[in-house]
């Protein structure tokens, strides 16, 4: 069986552009700057290709990046991402022409190199970007069953996507040996619950206040619909006092689970919405890359999952 890498374009660029950058001190004039040389950056890059191509004994790769003109999730919420406004490194933009150049890296209209990623992993015959391909299942243009894919990059956002999946950089055991895990559709799918509850403090969105990663991970592991109910203080000196009691009642109903949180930290359904919006990403059938149609997710994709 042959195998095929699906690579994150953005993170290789990104660590390659880093590592080629230094700071360089002029001690006669006392100046310190960044420089960067790009036949290095260029060397760093193709030395992490060769040893994912080969650590992973894969007969071939393609790279994605992420549309440096439009992102949808702006459209969702036009604060996506506005928190990230520290330095980047300075080949940055030269690295990703560069394997734009040399190793045909693309992308999509408006979408994150993470939603291409997962788009075509999801894919019945991950050859998504055909028109067969939306056929689904079975189409003899599009199944693929000979070649096994590997997604590798190294975002967590990663979890959401069923399949097979090498973080780069950390799934190599000590002995050198390149490792894949597999990510069950049942792991992608609670991982993205999770992240709806948890939010996301690295793409600038916050969640559900007063839910971290453990807590949202308790929520989802034993889901239960918090429900208003009055009651009267009984001591202390607000006795006699009307306050509101939440009790828990268990369903397997996720996103009433999830939305009772929200309202009980005083949010709405429309929050928990945009959150579980910003922490998908897109999966097979809901991008078009012909007509750059999308799909947003809907609350209804949650049926049937954990049963």
Known sequence: MKTHLLIDGDVIAFSSAAAAQMVVHDRESGWMTHQANATVGEAIVE??????????????????????????????????????????????????????????????????????????????????????????????????????????????????IPGLHHTWKSDVSSSGVYQVREVSQWEADRFHMIQTLAGDAVDGFAGCPGLGMKRAA??????????????????????????????????????????????????TEADALVSARLARLLRHGEYDPETEELTLWTPEKLRGVGA
């Open 47 to 160: 030395n992490a290709l060769w040893t994912l191509k080969m650590g992973l004994k894969a007969d071939s790769f393609e790279v994605i990046i992420t549309d440096p003109e439009d992102n949808w999730r702006r459209s969702v919420d036009d604060t996506y991402k506005r928190n990230r406004t520290g330095e980047r490194p300075m080949l940055l933009g030269y690295l990703k022409d560069y394997l734009r150049e040399k190793h045909g890296a693309y992308f999509w209209p408006g979408l994150e190199a993470d939603d291409v990623l997962s788009v075509k992993m999801t894919c019945p015959g991950k050859t998504c970007g055909s028109r067969a391909c939306r056929l689904g299942p079975g189409c003899p243009e599009c199944d693929a069953p000979s070649v096994r894919f590997i997604c590798v990059g190294r975002d967590k956002d990663f979890k959401t």
């Open 218 to 267: 308790e929520v989802i592991d034993n889901p239960v619909i918090l429900v208003p109910e009055r009651a009267v203080k009984t001591r202390g000196v607000n006795k006699g006092e009307e306050t509101v009691k939440w009790v828990s009642e268990p369903t397997r109903d996720y996103w009433a689970a999830i939305v009772s949180q929200y309202r009980k930290a005083g949010k």
